[in-house]
Structures are given as C-alpha cells and as structure tokens.
C-alpha cells in the first residue's frame, strides 16, 4: 500500500522524532539490586523524555517517541527477544505458508481490551485494515504490512494474513506496537480521534493511558487484569507500578537535572557528555544499548555530480578521520561504524570491520586517478576548471539531534584537506524533501532503526526509490544488491539469509554508496531504587516487570 514516506524519511533522518520501528540491544536489566531483591508492587515512577508525540495514534505516527509510550498499552501477536528469536504473546502459536505469502496465528482465548471487550481474530483484521486504508494516513506501520492484501477469519481464535509477495520480515514487523491492536469499539467510536491519546487508546496492554496534557506529560496506570505477558518476562500478572507519569522534557540540562535532583526516576536520552557526571552520583545508573538497524551515516547519491564517480565516493569513504571525530564528538558512548548495519542488528557481518580505515593517502590517489589534479586558490582540487563540489544540506535546527551539525564540521574539514568542498546550506523543512529525496542533493544523511536486516532492502534496493516512496537516497540501481535483498525477503533459512545480507553489506561499501558514521545508542539514566527495567529490541524502557524498591 502506499504511503507517505517522504516525512517518515525526514524523521528517520533527523532522529529527534523518528527511530523507527525497532531498534536495541534488548532486554537488558538496568538495576543491579533487581537481580537479587523482591520486587514490591505499587509506588509510582516518573519517566523523562526528550520528545512529545505529534499524534498518539500507534497505526499512523511514524514517531519512535510514539512507539516507546505506546508500547506499555499495545501488545503484539509475537515477541521478539534480544537474539531476534520469536515468542508466543498474544498468538500461542504461527505458521507461514512456504511461499511466505500467507501467515496463520493461532490465539489466545483469555485476552481483552481495556474497555472489557474480547480481542480475537476479528479484531486482527479489522486493525490490520486500518493500517492499510488511505484514511488512516499510515506513515510507518503501513510500510510494515508491505505487499498485504487482506486478513481472513478462520475461526474466533484463528486468523490469516495475506500478501502478494513473500515477507519473510514479517514475523519482527507483528513484534512491534505499531502493529498492535486497538479495541474495534474503540476504533469506531473514536475513529480520527485516536490521536488524541488518553480514553480513545484502548489496548490490551499492562498499563491504560488515563490522560494527556499537552507539553507537559502523559499518565498510564496499571491494568489490574493484565495477566497475558511473554514467556520473557521476569513475573506473570499485573505490572508492578501502580502508576507510570512520562513527561516531556526537551531541553538536556533540564532532563538531566531533574534526575540528578530526584524530581524523575528515569531520563532518556542522557547526552554524551553529561554521562560521566551521572555514573558518577551514586544513586544514580545509566543503561546504555546499542540500537539495531540502519547505522548513521552518509548516503551518497550516485546520480549526482562528481558522486556518480566510484573513485570519488571512495575517497569521500577513506577520506573522514571517523575514529577520531566520533569519539571527539560523542565522548566515547557512541562507536564508530563499520558497516550499513549496527552489531545488534541480527545477521551483522562483523567482517566488515577495520577493513576500510582511514586513509588520506589512498583518497588522494583515488582523486587523482578520477582526474582531480589540478588546485585552485583555496586549496580545492579541480577538474577542467571546475571545483570537486558537493552539497550536503543541513535540515532546521530542531530537527538536528545527537550534535550531527557538530560532526559534519569534522567530516568537512576532514573532506577540505584533500582538497573536496561540501557546502552545508540550511534548507527549510519543505525543500530540503523535495531536494535531497528528489534525487537533487549529493549527501543526505540518516538511520533507520528496525531490528530486522530488511533494512538493507530498504536502503539499497532499486525498488526502494524516494521519489516513490523508498528509503534508497543512493539511487544505485544494482543487479546483486537488488536480486540479494529480494531473495532474502523469501526465505526464513538462516545460513541463506546470512549469506544474502553479509554480500549486501559487504557489496555497499565496495560501492562506496554509504559512509557509515556511528552506531545510535539508548543512553538512559535510572534512579538506583529502580529495580527490574529492562530495554526491549527496540531500545525502549519496558516498565512491565519495573518496581520500586522500598
């Protein structure tokens, strides 16, 4: 189905809203004393974010802020643990079909919504199209559903989903909350208004969200008749927390002090820099994960003056100092990247790393061969008269997020001594979608985090244009990397899809079509009477199984 990718792109480029749809390390406690104590139900918890929601409806916001929140009111049919393995959840039981077209889960029969209302197949179905109907304004959890086609009721507890292709990412897509299900009573009575949070957000999840006030915080309280947890989770039952307070808090300086005073027990993200002051305060702890998917990193487009050139995005790709500026940058929580895909993501082909350091002398060489040789009076190489140019253009403001305008002063003065100019214009919002996603721009620069590799499909397959709703900013159009991405989309065989994705990855960067930055990292700080938080695979704090020691 389509869908309005354009701004999806621009999140995910910017980061400050965007993050995907799954992303971490995952399931990682993040209080030493929860390991041994006995956790205590009741007591409230204060959560500090960076972001508020522009809509809370978990079916049309491609926000990752959306995600995190919604993720304690929506469960999902599986559970995807942190070694990317499924579990049973609100489905006992699955099977796909061999061409992978059709998908069969089996559910469970003690569910229900909030509101009191049974979930069961139908419910599947009548979510599952609203995600796909052009009212819904779906800009991420469409692109989920991909090639579907429609969900049939077996029975009350059995339901099959149907697409025109295979999909063999489904399975990570149904894990996630943007897949997850509203009350169908909900979903007519409130329709539109689903955005608006608080009683529209009917779900089956551990908490309900009981209110909303807007710029300042979202409240969720305890589901007392939750009892439907994954098999992962540490306890059975209702969640612990009588009362979950997120608020938003955009500013650092005030996110962190307000930990650091106790007015919060949990702020995320802690910057870089303020990360050695919170190790330091004994009653407080930081739990930091490395978010899986897409690195970030530059994407060069291949269609683009002097970029459609190899020798020259070669040396753009030998030709940063990325060691040193990262860590300069971010303080050493952040590592460098090697590949289009983070370590965390499942089927990373850690071969890949060291094996493309930098090396200004090697660029330089690469330079001259594509006939760069000549320099003007400010240094830069030039060619039959003209400058070696490239425009990389800077979004507003507030959408920079993780100092990224910081790191691209490194990379331009990186880029200046062997003689390349990048020119940084600021673009509004409006032209730099219509420049850098129309193919007009030589660097667009992002991450896409999804812990699933189908990730690369969406970055260097030729089908994934953005002039037509794709994430390819590369605008490569390759027989290998298109034939590999496809094929792994087939198959749920793990040696083959290892093999598929480690030759994609290792094909991009041959084709110098990426410069991997960084790896994104969750970089959360928590109270140390917080016991029993965990970071699920998308990087989000899981408040089910957290508790407050007394």
Same mark, same amino acid.
């Given at each position: ?5 354009? &701004? ?91 061409? %992978?077209?059709?998908? =069969? ?43 579907? =086609? ?20 489904? %399975? ?31 779900? =089956? ?6 209110? $909303?006030?807007? +710029?300042?915080?979202?409240?969720? =309280? ?70 899986? !998917?897409?690195?970030?990193? %530059? ?17 753009? #790709? ?13 303080? +050493? ?33 690469? %330079?001259? /061969? ?8 400010? +240094? ?17 403001? /507030?959408?920079?997020? /993780?100092?990224?305008?910081?790191? +691209? ?11 390349? /100019?990048?020119?940084?214009? &600021? ?9 850098? $996603? !129309? ?16 990730? #690369? ?23 290998? #990397? ?14 083959? &899809? ?19 930055? $960084? ?24 408040? $089910? ?6």
């Amino acid at each position: 189905m389509p869908v309005n990718r354009s &701004r999806a792109l621009v999140l995910a480029a910017a980061g400050s809203l965007f993050l995907g749809a799954c992303s971490g390390a995952g399931d990682t406690d993040g209080a030493a004393a929860g390991a041994t104590a006995t956790p205590v139900s009741g007591g409230s918890l204060t959560y500090a974010v960076d972001t508020e929601p522009v809509s809370f409806d978990i079916h049309a916001s491609p926000q990752d802020i959306t995600g995190a929140i919604q993720r304690n009111v929506f469960d999902s049919l599986v559970h995807q643990d942190s070694k990317g393995e499924f579990h049973p959840w609100l489905a006992t039981k699955w099977s796909a079909s061999k061409d %992978l077209k059709t998908y =069969t889960f089996h559910l469970r029969d003690d569910v229900k919504f909030t509101d009191g209302t049974a979930f069961d197949a139908e419910a599947v179905k009548i979510n599952f199209d609203r995600i796909v109907n052009k009212s819904t304004k779906s800009q991420y959890a469409s692109s989920l559903l991909g090639p579907y =086609t429609g969900t049939t009721v077996v029975d009350a507890r059995t339901v099959e989903v149907h697409f025109s292709a295979p999909v063999a990412s489904f %399975l990570q897509a149904a894990s996630t909350p943007y897949l997850g299900f509203y009350s169908p009573a909900a979903i007519k009575k409130y329709g539109s208004k689903l955005s608006a949070g608080g009683a529209a957000d009917v779900g =089956t999840g551990p908490f309900e969200f009981t209110s $909303y006030t807007k +710029g300042q915080s979202v409240t969720l =309280t305890r589901n007392p008749a939750y009892k439907w947890a994954p098999s992962t989770a540490a306890h059975t039952g209702p969640a612990y927390l009588d009362k979950l307070t997120i608020r938003f808090l955009s500013q650092d300086a005030t996110r962190v002090g307000a930990l650091t005073s106790g007015q919060v027990q949990v702020a995320d993200p802690i910057p870089p820099a303020d990360v050695k002051t919170v190790k330091a305060n004994s009653q407080l702890q930081v739990l930091t994960t490395d978010a899986p !998917g897409a690195n970030y990193a %530059l994407v060069l487009n291949t269609t683009q003056k002097p970029l459609d050139d190899i020798r020259v995005r070669r040396a753009v #790709l030998r030709g940063i100092d990325i060691d040193t500026a990262v860590k300069s940058v971010y303080f +050493g929580v952040y590592k460098r990247a090697w590949g289009p895909i983070s370590p965390t993501t499942p089927y990373y082909d850690k071969a890949l790393e060291n094996t493309w350091t930098y090396d200004p002398t090697l660029a330089a060489k690469s %330079l001259d /061969e594509a006939g760069w040789t000549g320099r003007d009076s400010d +240094g830069y190489r030039t060619k039959n008269g003209k400058r070696l140019s490239i425009e990389w253009p800077l979004m507003p403001q /507030e959408y920079i997020r /993780e100092q990224r305008d910081t790191l +691209g002063q490194a990379i331009q003065a990186d880029l200046k001594k062997l003689g390349i /100019e990048i020119k940084r214009p &600021r673009l509004d919002i409006g032209t730099y979608i219509a420049k850098v $996603y !129309g193919g007009q721009e030589g660097i667009a620069d992002y991450s896409w985090a999804r812990f699933d590799p189908d990730v #690369l499909r969406l970055y260097f397959n030729s089908s994934s244009d953005p002039r037509e709703g794709g994430q390819n900013a590369t605008f490569y159009k390759d027989a290998d #990397l298109d034939k590999w991405t496809d094929q792994a989309q087939t198959t749920l065989d793990k040696n083959t &899809r290892q093999d598929l994705y480690a030759k994609t990855q290792q094909r991009a960067i041959d084709l110098a079509l990426e410069v991997p930055l $960084y790896v994104r990292t969750a970089v959360v700080g928590v109270a140390s009477d917080v016991h029993g938080l965990k970071t699920d695979p998308n990087t989000w704090a899981n408040f $089910y199984d957290t508790w407050i020691g007394k």
